[in-house]
T-cell receptor, first 114, second 114 residues
């Protein structure tokens, strides 16, 4: 089955540690996105990538980093510089840049900083 | 810049009653509009989308939405709600001129009374 997988589903981190969230898709989609979701604030865009080896900052990129070395993978690193990292993180993809913009979502990773 | 407002944070509806969720957007040209649904702890699932043509759009699970350019609105409706419709609903607007990104509203949580 084609889809987007995110791992792990739950992640616990101590303050001061970096942590990497995985996002993989087998839909052959060109563009991928990372969102952060907090209660009552909807989804906020962290980073996005429209093509391999290229990515752009979203609205809340500070304290996060990404890479896009392969078309199917777009990992997100939450660094120790992110002041309030506890949140639900969602990865999404879309078939190609310039299409109808519909995004397909993974199941999410809940990160808790202890 | 594009923006989306969902005025209702919570809505409670009785099972079998009708449901309408409001969405207002701000964007200069014709936007791409979406409604997504999210069950607790899950990713987002697309209900329906609009980018051209008939302004009344049919989606999955018996939902429909109407695009009204004069009111900058894209309200979601369902004639008869089922208990399984309890979830959070997000409206989103996108534009190719804005880098193919989606901007999400803050969401409306729907509670269904038996």
């Amino acid at each position: 089955d084609g889809g987007i997988t995110q791992s792990p589903k739950y992640l616990f981190r101590k303050e001061g540690q970096n942590v990497t969230l995985s996002c993989e898709q087998n839909l052959n989609h060109d563009a991928m996105y990372w969102y952060r979701q907090d209660p009552g604030q909807g989804l906020r865009l962290i980073y996005y990538s429209q093509i391999v080896n290229d990515f752009q900052k979203g609205d809340i990129a500070e304290g996060y980093s990404v890479s896009r070395e392969k078309k199917e993978s777009f990992p997100l690193t939450v660094t120790s510089a992110q002041k309030n990292p506890t949140a639900f993180y969602l990865c999404a993809s879309t078939p190609r840049a310039g299409g109808n913009l519909e995004q397909f979502f993974g199941p999410g990773t809940r990160l808790t900083v202890l | 810049a594009q923006s989306v407002t969902q005025p209702d944070i919570h809505i409670t509806v009785s099972e079998g009653a009708s449901l309408e969720l409001r969405c207002n957007y701000s964007y200069g040209a014709t936007p791409y509009l979406f409604w997504y649904v999210q069950s607790p702890g899950q990713g987002l699932q697309l209900l329906l989308k609009y980018f051209s043509g008939d302004t009344l759009v049919q989606g999955i699970k018996g939902f429909e939405a109407e695009f009204k350019r004069s009111q900058s609105s894209f309200n979601l409706r369902k004639p008869s709600v089922h208990w399984s419709d309890a979830a959070e609903y997000f409206c989103a607007v996108g534009a190719k001129a804005a880098g193919n990104k989606l901007t999400f509203g803050g969401g409306t949580r729907v509670l269904v009374k038996p």
